[in-house]
């Protein structure tokens, strides 16, 4: 059993705002980095090592690489994160605006299929 299923919501994930998809998207991907990287290096490496994914930039380049294997649905959720309002907190900074998408797809997917968020992360974090 997931240790996180039992704390994960029972909700429609259609009546969540895009922010808060983001926020989940966000904190899931910080995690799945971290133990993605975590045998690989010490503890005191870590923060530094997954610092340099854990970004907006590397966020960008990420669902670059993710956008080809996405679903319709999918990549909806993602343009939700591109065109929402947080997105655009930071004036136009495209980084910004596609690392928001990206999060809201994380969120979107963590919250719906965690066996195809999974598989995504492993695909592009090769």
Same mark, same amino acid.
């Given at each position: 059993?997931?240790?996180?299923?039992?704390?994960? $919501?029972?909700?429609?994930?259609?009546?969540?705002? /895009?922010?808060?998809? @983001?926020?989940?998207?966000?904190?899931?991907?910080?995690?799945?980095?971290?133990?993605?990287?975590?045998? %690989? /290096?010490?503890?005191? &490496?870590?923060? %530094?090592? /997954?610092?340099?994914?854990?970004?907006?930039?590397?966020? @960008? =380049?990420?669902?670059? %690489?993710?956008? $080809? =294997?996405? /679903?319709?649905?999918?990549?909806?959720?993602?343009?939700?994160?591109?065109?929402?309002?947080?997105?655009? &907190?930071?004036?136009?900074? $495209? @980084?910004?605006?596609?690392? *928001?998408?990206?999060?809201?797809?994380?969120?979107?997917?963590? =919250? &719906?299929?965690?066996?195809? =968020?999974?598989?995504?992360? *492993?695909?592009?974090? &090769?």
């Amino acid at each position: 059993m997931d240790i996180f299923s039992k704390v994960k $919501p029972n909700i429609n994930i259609n009546e969540l705002s /895009t922010d808060s998809l @983001a926020y989940i998207g966000d904190a899931v991907f910080n995690l799945y980095v971290k133990l993605y990287y975590f045998k %690989k /290096t010490s503890v005191r &490496k870590l923060h %530094k090592n /997954t610092h340099s994914i854990v970004n907006r930039d590397h966020q @960008a =380049l990420l669902l670059d %690489k993710i956008l $080809p =294997l996405l /679903t319709e649905e999918e990549f909806s959720y993602v343009k939700r994160g591109i065109n929402s309002k947080g997105a655009g &907190k930071y004036g136009n900074d $495209p @980084a910004y605006r596609k690392s *928001t998408g990206f999060e809201v797809l994380i969120g979107f997917l963590y =919250l &719906k299929n965690e066996d195809r =968020l999974y598989n995504l992360l *492993t695909e592009v974090l &090769k």
